[in-house]
């Protein structure tokens, strides 16, 4: 597999971690000593405001499981990722991203089913965030995991 192709993969394994809220998966693309940033992009001054700072590998698998706000029944989200661009030195990769973040909310299936004519897919999807990523990834013994990562909204958040 190309590097190009795997630091790809590297921010694919993110997204999912993301949606699922793994905290172990999520932990295990990071360096034991890897630190996550996070701002909001759109400050009226023009500075981006530092909103939350996650250091360690266990401190952002935490962070995945028990911060990041849980999938209600019948419900998911989907971190999509688009625009990337990728510079690789040697063991050294950079990865930016632009990302949005889709809340899915299935209905509930009627007692009686579905209504007559109903067709498609039942419930909604709404965007909720949208931003960049800045993946600082390193190669550990043939595996490429984040040193950093830079999150930057283009919404105030609450962290």
Known sequence: MSDELAVQQVLARYSRAHDRRDGAAMGALFTPEARVTIF??????GKPELIGELVGR??????????MKPHPPR????????????DIDGDRATVDAQFMVFTILGDAKPASGWPAGATGAMGTIRPIESG???????????????ESLQVRHNLPFAF
């Open 40 to 45: 909001y992009n759109n400050n009226p001054d």
């Open 132 to 146: 960049y990523y800045t993946q600082k990834l390193v190669r550990v013994e043939g595996q490429w995991l984040i």
């Open 75 to 86: 419900g998911w989200s989907h971190n999509a990722t688009d625009g990337l661009l990728i």
């Open 58 to 67: 266990e401190a952002i698998a935490q962070a995945t499981t028990h911060l």
